[in-house]
Nanobody, 125 residues
Framework: QVQLVESGGGLVQAGGSLRLSCAAS????????MGWFRQAPGKEREFVAA????????LYADSVKGRSTISGDNAKNTVFLQMNSLKPEDTAVYYC??????????????????WGQGTQVTVSS
C-alpha cells in the first residue's frame, strides 16, 4: 500500500500564492507519475498538473498553465504544486495521486492508482 498526504492548503486572497505538498509513504517505488487534481463544489474532479519521476515531463491544465509549477523531491518522495496569481475559481479540494503503471503523465483520474485525502484551497475575492 501507498499512502499520500497533502498539506499546504488554506485561505488566501485573490492574487496570492500557495504551495501544496504531497508526501508518499509505505510501499513506494522509485519511478512513478504524480498528479494533482481538484474538485470544486458542485463540479466534477478535474486535472491540474502532473510530473514524471525524472521531472523531465510535466503536464498542466490550461486553467493553471503559466501560473502554476509542479515539482518533486525524489529523495523525500514528495511532490509540490506552487500556485500563483490565485483566482476565486481555483477554490476547490486539491488531491494528489500516484500512477505506477504509466510512463507519460496522464490527465484522466482513472489512470491513477493511489489518492490522498485532499486539502482545501479557498480563494477570496
Amino acid at each position: 500500500q501507498v499512502q499520500l498526504v497533502e498539506s499546504g492548503g488554506g485561505l488566501v486572497q485573490a492574487g496570492g500564492s500557495l504551495r501544496l505538498s504531497c508526501a508518499a509513504s509505505g510501499r513506494t517505488y522509485s519511478r512513478y507519475i504524480m498528479g494533482w487534481f481538484r474538485q470544486a463544489p458542485g463540479k466534477e474532479r478535474e486535472f491540474v498538473a502532473a510530473i514524471s519521476w525524472s521531472g523531465a515531463r510535466t503536464l498542466y491544465a490550461d486553467s493553471v498553465k503559466g501560473r502554476s509549477t509542479i515539482s518533486g523531491d525524489n529523495a523525500k518522495n514528495t511532490v509540490f504544486l506552487q500556485m500563483n496569481s490565485l483566482k476565486p475559481e481555483d477554490t476547490a479540494v486539491y488531491y494528489c495521486a500516484a500512477d505506477y503503471h504509466n510512463v507519460i503523465p496522464r490527465t484522466a483520474y482513472s489512470e491513477y492508482d493511489y489518492w490522498g485525502q485532499g486539502t482545501q484551497v479557498t480563494v477570496s475575492s
